[in-house]
């Protein structure tokens, strides 16, 4: 059984949990749901920052180009960007397709949940900061060049899907050996595990803490494994991380959208 | 009129300004040294324009950019009027960036240029600082040289909009220790602030207390430990900040344990 955080739409407060992964049940004050009954809504509310080049994989991919113009070395602190408030999305959220794109890119990330506020961390402590884990799909419209901010691209409304909940850190044994796997229409596209970080869990908080404090509640993402998918309109994005949940969203064309903001169970009349 | 949120007495209040003085909600008139400033607005989503004065993308050798240079600001970096920025001891080069900041008052997507003046609650002043030391060419500029903690003063005031008649007209002063080294106008801004809300507003969500910082125009220069760092901007107000080292540090330690 894995220690969740979570909130109910509709209600202000946060829950705890019980899951059960292997039944797919969680228990909430003593009443046992399915856990695909729930309507569950954004698990975090803090800052949200993303990773670059944190996968052995993504990192070797871009190599060849670091010592090359633009970029003319590798990249010493952690590649980091913000994903914004008007990014973030609940599990079974949509995610809108912006006017004018076909394909967006699905990022499957693990995200940190800060427990307490972090400055200047050291990497054998830094896991004491830590709240959580919950699932994150940091979604970017597909861009080349990382010379510049690609606010553009990264933080559009929709495009930080995260949830369903939080998983508290004690109930994952390490968060450096966790299977990831994203699924689109229910097809394994892309498969890979936290084992493969250029900096690990710890190591990504102690060094992103030198230079910038961490508050409770903020969340800083591990990264995207190398090679992710491209989804299309109406296509629909399942990312697993074993033993923290499954986050699943819909893509739909922006201008059929209120605001952006639709469950998937309401789109059937679109 | 002129809003901040400051610190006294252990409470945080709204104030607004009268005849020079902070005026608390409850009608205490008290000095501006008597309050901890807060940033004015407790920051959300904060843009920040990098090359968006001509003659400062000159000053950093870079060619005006065919896209806006954008980039995010996280809360860690804010800090208030009269507050102390950090300077690593290894840094070489850390220098100021007088900014006009638009407060966002609404929530809106997709506004044209014409109606953008309606979107804006009011004005403040930041103080962009940079430590070029770190900047690296990753989506640059990265937050290690950019979004370091208490590395963005803000305030002291937020003016309302009402009350600037043209902010595309007004004249940005950066002194320190008493020296102007830095001067410019926001009418020299390559894209305007009804332009830069159309922008940001055609790709995200604008929402109220959203901060957009517009930019810095030419006069960077590097700032020691010890240098108080005034950014003004006619109209707005004065920000005062100054530059603190491990020494300083140390010394408030020592001082607060005895």
Known sequence: MSKVKLKIKGLPQYYQGLVDFGNKTIDINGHQYNTGELALDVPISGAVYGTLLNYQGSYAAFESSMRQEPYMEPPKAPVLYIKPQNTLRSSGAVIPLPEGFFNLMVGAALGIVIGKQATKVDEDEALGYVYGYTVVNDVCIPHESIYRPAVKEIARDGFCPAGPWVVERDSVKNPDELDIRLYINGELKQENNTRNLVRSVSKLISDVTSFMTLYAGDTLLVGVPEKAPLAKENDRVQIKIDGVGMLHNTIKREQDLLGGVLDEACTSRL | MRHARVVYNG????????????????????????????????????????????????????????????????????????????????????????????????????????????????????????????????????????????????????????????????????????????????????????????????????????????????????????????????????????????????????????
């Open chain 2, 11 to 258: 409470s945080i209040h709204h104030a607004v300004e009268e005849g020079g003085r902070v005026k608390l909600n409850d009608g205490r008139l008290l000095d501006e040294t008597d309050v901890a400033w807060l940033p004015p607005v407790a920051p959300r989503t904060v843009f920040t324009l990098g090359l968006n004065y001509e003659d400062h993308a000159k000053e950093l050798s870079f060619s005006t950019p065919k896209e806006p240079l954008v980039f995010l600001k996280g809360p860690n970096t804010f800090t208030g009027h009269r507050c102390r920025t950090f300077r690593p001891s290894d840094v070489t080069f850390m220098h100021y960036e007088c900014e006009l900041a638009v407060v966002i008052g609404g929530t809106a997507k997709n506004v044209k240029k014409e109606d953008a003046c309606d979107l804006v609650a009011g004005y403040t002043i930041a103080n962009d600082y940079v430590m070029r030391d770190y900047i690296e060419n990753y989506y640059r500029p990265n937050l290690r040289a950019k979004n370091r903690d208490a590395c963005t003063p803000l305030g002291p005031w937020i003016v309302d909009a009402e009350d600037i008649r043209d902010p595309m007209n007004l004249t940005l002063r950066t002194y320190v220790n008493g020296k102007i080294t830095q001067e410019g106008t926001t009418a020299d801004m390559i894209l305007g602030i009804p332009e830069l809300i159309e922008y940001l507003s055609s790709f995200m969500t604008l929402n109220s207390g959203d901060l957009i910082l517009t930019g810095t125009p030419k006069g960077s220069v590097d700032t020691k430990v010890g240098d108080e760092v005034v950014t003004e901007i006619e109209g707005i107000g004065k920000l005062v900040n100054t530059i603190a080292g491990e020494e300083t540090l140390v010394r408030e330690k020592r001082v607060n344990m005895t």
